[in-house]
C-alpha cells in the first residue's frame, strides 16, 4: 500500500513541476474533477475529505478558480490516522488544535505560490483562498482558468488529489458576466476533456437525476460512463418513503464506477460550527438505520468514497504511468529542440554579429538557389513550389494562352475587305496585295505583347512566393529587423531585374512586327494559298450547282440548260436563242456591281454624279473577288501567326529565365553583402524581438520543468 500512495505522491510532485512555471500542464496527468451545479454540496464533500471547514462560503459563485486539493496522509507521532483514514471501528487519533500545549504540528496546509509557509489555521487557509482569488479575477464575481494549488497534510486524509470546479449555474445574477454560463462550462470541460481525468459528479438525491448539471456534461465527454463516478448528497433530506436504491443499482443512468450516496452537514449545522468527526459519525449512523441501505451501509458515506476514489486513482496512475514517462521524454525533446532553434542570447561583439549576417545571408542565398534547381531538402510532396511553379507559369499558363489566341477573334472579314481596298491607294489591285497582309499580320503579332508581359509579373510574384516562404524560418522569426532589411533589399532586387526583362520581352515582340519574314519554310506560299482558295471556292460552286440541277456540272448551270431525264440525260431541254453581244456590253453597266459596290451601294440616277459620303464603310455581302482575297488573306495569316506564336512561345521563357531568374539566382548574395554587411546596420537588424526573448525564458523553464518531472518519474 505504501508503494501505491507513493504513486500519488508522484502525481502530486509532477503537478507543482508544471504549476511553478505557470503554464498550462503539457502532460494529462491522473486527476479527479469534482463537477456539480452550485449548492450541490460539492464543498460539503471536500471538507468532510479533510474533515475540516477550509473552503470559503456565501451566495452565489464562491469557487472562481479552480482549486487542486492535494490530501497527504501523514500519521501524528504514535502513528495513528483519523477520519475518512481511519478504519471501521478504529478510534480516531486526537489532532492537535491550535493553541494546544503539544508542541507537534499534526495538520497544516501549504500553498504553491507561497512556497514554505505552513498554514496551521484552517481559517486562514479560507482566507488566503479568498485573497488568491480576488488578487487574479478581483472582487467581482469573474472567474479564471488558472489554478490555486493547496496541499494539505493530515492523519485525517487519505492521499488524495481532487480539483474543485467553480459550479454549474444558468443565470448571470448580480455584477456575474452575462456569459457565464458558458465562461464556468469551458473551464469545466477544459478539464474533464481529457482521458486521463476522473469525474466526480456531486448531485443533490433530492432533484431528478435526469436534470443533473454535472451528470449532463460528465455524459458530453465521457458518454458511455467509463470514467464518471457519482455522488448523491441531501440523501438525508429526501422525502420520507424515497431512497436512491435505484440510481445505486444503476437503472437509471448506469456508471462504470458507480455511484456513492453521503450526508453531508446542513446549512444550520454549519452556522453552529458542528464539527465534521460528528457530522461523520451522524452519517454512519443514518446509513446504519436506514431500512433502505442499512444492508449496504459499509458502502455508503464520505470514508468509504474517500477510500474509493484513493483506489481509483492509484489503479489509474499505475496504467497511465508509462503514457505519462514517453509524453515527458518526448515533451523534453521538444522544447530543447526550440530552444536550440532560438539560439542563445545575443552579445553586443561586432566579430559575432557579422559572422551572424554572413551566415544568414549565406544561407538564405543557397536555399533560394536550391528552390529554383528543385533541389531543396524541403520538396513538398502535397503541391507543385519553387521552380516547378515557374514551369507551370511557362508551359501551361503561357504556352497554352499563346496557342488559343486567334487572329479573327479581334478582326472581321468586312475589317479585311477595307484594308485591302485603304493598302490598295488610287489603282484598284490585280493581285492580292502584300501590304495588305503585312498590316494585319502585325496587328496581330502586336498581341502577343501583353501575355508576355504578365508571364513576367507571374513569374515575380513566384519569385515572391518562395522569398516568404523561406522568411518563416525560425531565424527570421527572432530578428524582424533583420528579415525586414533582407525582404526590402530582395523585393528592390527583383524589381531592378524586371525592367530589362519586360524591355527584352517587349523587344521580341516588336522584332517580330518589324521584319514579316514570308520567306520562312513553314509558311505557306501566295500560289499556294491562291490554289487551296481557288479549289474551296469552286468545290463550293458545284456543290451549291449540284443541288439546283441535280448534276455536278457548272457548264450546264452557265449554258442554261436543265437535266429533266434520267441518269444517263438522254431527254434534255430545247436550247435557248443566242444573245446579243452588244445589248450586253449596253446594259453591263448596269447589270453588274461596280469596285466599290460593296461602300457605296446607294442606287444611282443615270448620269449624275453624287459627292462621296463622309466616311465610307463597307456594307452588304462580299463579291466573289472580295471573298476570294479574303479568304488568301485569311489563310496567309493563319500560316505566318502559327509560326510566330511558336516563336514567342519558345523565347519569352527563355528571356524570362535569363533577365530574371538566372540573373537573380547568381548576383542575389552580391546584392545583399553591399546591402547588410555594414557595421551600422549590425545593431539594428540583430535586435531580437521581444516574442523571441520570453519565448527562450518559457523553453528554459519548460525544460527545467520536464527534466524534473523526469527525475521524479525515475524514481518510482
Not at 471501521?88 to 486526537?94: E, L, T, V
Request: proline fraction near 5%.
Amino acid at each position: 500500500m505504501a508503494m501505491d500512495q507513493q504513486l500519488i505522491h508522484t502525481i502530486n510532485k509532477l503537478q507543482d513541476a508544471f504549476n511553478r512555471v505557470n503554464v498550462a500542464n503539457p502532460i494529462d496527468l491522473p486527476q479527479i474533477a469534482v463537477v456539480g451545479s452550485q449548492s450541490s454540496g460539492k464543498s460539503s464533500v471536500l471538507e468532510n475529505f479533510v474533515g475540516r471547514d477550509f473552503l470559503p462560503r456565501g451566495v452565489g459563485i464562491v469557487t472562481r478558480r479552480p482549486l487542486v486539493l492535494q490530501l497527504i496522509n501523514r500519521p501524528n507521532s504514535k502513528g495513528e490516522v483519523g477520519g475518512v483514514a481511519a478504519a471501521d471501528g478504529a478510534r480516531p487519533s486526537k489532532t492537535s488544535v491550535p493553541g494546544a500545549a503539544s508542541k507537534e504540528i499534526e495538520e497544516w496546509g501549504e500553498f504553491l505560490h507561497i512556497p514554505g509557509k505552513k498554514f496551521t489555521d484552517f481559517n486562514e487557509i479560507r482566507e488566503e483562498i479568498t485573497r488568491e482569488t480576488e488578487n487574479k479575477v478581483g472582487k467581482e464575481a469573474n472567474v479564471s482558468p488558472q489554478p490555486i494549488n493547496l496541499r494539505i497534510y493530515s492523519p485525517n486524509v487519505l492521499t488524495l488529489t481532487l480539483i474543485d470546479l467553480p459550479g454549474l449555474t444558468k443565470v448571470a445574477v448580480g455584477k456575474q458576466p452575462k456569459d457565464i454560463e458558458r465562461l464556468i462550462r469551458d473551464m469545466i470541460l477544459k478539464f474533464i476533456t481529457k482521458p486521463n481525468c476522473i469525474i466526480l459528479s456531486v448531485t443533490a438525491a433530492n432533484t431528478d437525476l435526469a436534470n443533473s448539471d454535472g451528470l449532463k456534461l460528465a455524459r458530453e465527454v465521457d458518454p458511455e460512463g467509463v470514467r464518471t463516478i457519482g455522488v448523491l448528497t441531501k440523501i438525508d433530506l429526501m422525502d420520507p418513503g424515497t431512497d436512491v436504491v435505484d440510481i445505486l443499482a444503476g437503472r437509471i443512468i448506469p456508471l462504470k464506477l458507480g455511484y456513492v450516496p453521503v450526508v453531508n452537514r446542513g446549512q444550520r449545522d454549519i452556522d453552529n460550527n458542528k464539527k465534521i468527526s460528528l457530522a461523520l459519525e451522524a452519517e454512519k449512523t443514518f446509513f446504519e438505520n436506514h431500512p433502505s441501505y442499512r444492508s449496504k451501509a459499509q458502502y455508503c458515506g464520505t470514508p468509504f468514497l474517500a477510500r474509493k476514489l484513493n483506489l481509483i486513482l492509484m489503479h489509474h496512475i499505475k496504467n497511465t504511468l508509462p503514457e505519462i514517462k514517453a509524453k515527458i521524454n518526448s515533451g523534453l525533446a521538444k522544447y530543447q529542440q526550440e530552444l536550440l532553434s532560438l539560439g542563445d542570447p545575443m552579445g553586443t561583439e561586432e566579430e559575432n554579429q557579422s559572422n551572424i549576417i554572413l551566415q544568414v545571408i549565406t544561407e538564405f542565398t543557397k536555399e533560394y538557389q536550391s528552390v529554383l534547381d528543385g533541389t531543396s531538402n524541403d520538396i513538398s510532396s502535397d503541391e507543385l513550389s519553387g521552380g516547378a511553379r515557374i514551369s507551370f507559369v511557362f508551359h501551361e499558363i503561357f504556352v497554352t494562352a499563346i496557342r488559343t489566341m486567334d487572329p479573327f477573334d479581334q478582326i472581321k472579314d468586312v475589317e479585311i475587305r477595307t484594308i485591302l481596298y485603304n493598302s490598295s491607294g488610287a489603282s484598284p489591285s490585280l493581285f492580292v496585295g502584300t501590304a495588305a497582309f503585312e498590316v494585319l499580320v502585325k496587328q496581330q503579332i502586336k498581341r502577343l505583347e501583353d501575355p508576355g508581359l504578365k508571364c513576367v509579373a507571374m513569374v515575380y510574384d513566384e519569385l515572391v512566393r518562395i522569398l516568404n516562404r523561406l522568411l518563416q524560418k525560425p531565424v527570421y522569426k527572432r530578428f524582424p529587423a533583420l528579415r525586414e532589411r533582407l525582404y526590402n533589399v530582395v523585393i528592390s532586387f527583383f524589381k531592378k531585374a524586371m525592367s530589362p526583362t519586360n524591355k527584352l520581352v517587349s523587344d521580341l515582340i516588336a522584332a517580330e512586327a518589324t521584319y514579316v519574314n514570308t520567306g520562312h519554310p513553314d509558311f505557306i506560299p501566295g500560289h499556294k494559298a491562291m490554289s487551296i482558295v481557288t479549289e474551296r471556292v469552286n468545290a463550293q460552286k458545284n456543290g451549291i450547282v449540284g443541288q439546283m440541277t441535280g448534276t455536278a456540272t457548272p457548264s450546264n448551270a452557265r449554258s442554261g440548260s436543265t437535266a429533266t431525264g434520267n441518269a444517263t440525260g438522254s431527254t434534255t431541254s430545247p436550247q435557248l436563242p443566242p444573245r446579243d453581244p452588244q445589248l450586253d456590253l449596253l446594259n453591263q453597266g448596269q447589270q453588274d456591281s461596280s469596285f466599290f459596290s460593296s461602300f457605296f451601294a446607294k442606287k444611282k440616277k443615270p448620269g449624275v454624279l453624287e459627292n462621296p459620303p463622309a466616311v465610307l464603310k463597307a456594307s452588304g455581302n462580299l463579291s466573289e473577288r472580295e471573298y476570294m482575297e479574303t479568304e488568301v488573306i485569311k489563310l496567309l495569316l493563319l500560316s505566318y501567326y502559327a509560326i510566330v506564336k511558336r516563336t514567342v512561345a519558345d523565347l519569352v521563357p527563355k528571356a524570362i529565365m535569363y533577365n530574371l531568374v538566372t540573373r537573380t539566382k547568381e548576383d542575389l548574395q552580391r546584392e545583399l553583402l553591399a546591402e547588410l554587411y555594414k557595421k551600422e546596420v549590425f545593431d539594428d537588424a540583430l535586435k531580437e524581438s521581444d516574442g523571441v526573448v520570453a519565448r527562450r525564458k518559457e523553453c528554459k523553464e519548460m525544460i527545467a520543468a520536464f527534466q524534473k518531472a523526469d527525475e521524479i518519474v525515475a524514481s518510482v
